[in-house]
């Protein structure tokens, strides 16, 4: 079983920016990607931004120039720096580990609590 724990949340103006961080322990062998998702409120959960153990990162259009994710597998540790924040990007972020199958991204079964991101004036 895998536990994630996702800080760094909060209330910000629009154009603002925070760094979401989140910690991966449990039942670790190998970390192949960490990503990042969200969900606000009435819409289906989605994917954020992938990066791999190489390096490679992936994002979603609505936030390519925006946010960018990082890692640190020393620590099993994955961030995400959100700037420009828009008012879209109000959601609860959570960190999981994706799998590449099918030809897309797959979230794995494990989810953390999450942390609340309001962008707002």
């Known amino acids: 079983q895998l536990h994630f724990v996702e800080s760094g949340g909060g209330l910000v103006q629009p154009g603002g920016s925070l760094r979401l961080s989140c910690e991966v322990s449990?039942?670790?062998?190998?970390?192949?990607?960490m990503g990042w998702y969200r969900q606000a409120p009435g819409k289906e959960r989605e994917l954020v931004a992938v990066?791999?153990?190489?390096?490679?990162?992936k994002y979603a259009d609505s936030v390519k120039g925006r946010l960018t994710i990082s890692r640190d597998n020393a620590k099993n540790m994955v961030f995400l720096q959100m700037n420009n924040l828009k008012p879209e990007d109000t959601a609860v972020y959570y960190c999981?580990?994706?799998?590449?199958?099918?030809?897309?991204?797959?979230?794995?079964?494990?989810w953390g609590q999450g942390t609340q991101v309001t962008v707002s004036s």
């Open positions: 990066i791999t153990d190489g390096g490679g990162t």
């Open positions: 449990g039942n670790i062998f190998t970390i192949y990607a």
């Open positions: 999981n580990l994706p799998n590449w199958s099918g030809g897309a991204w797959r979230s794995g079964d494990y």
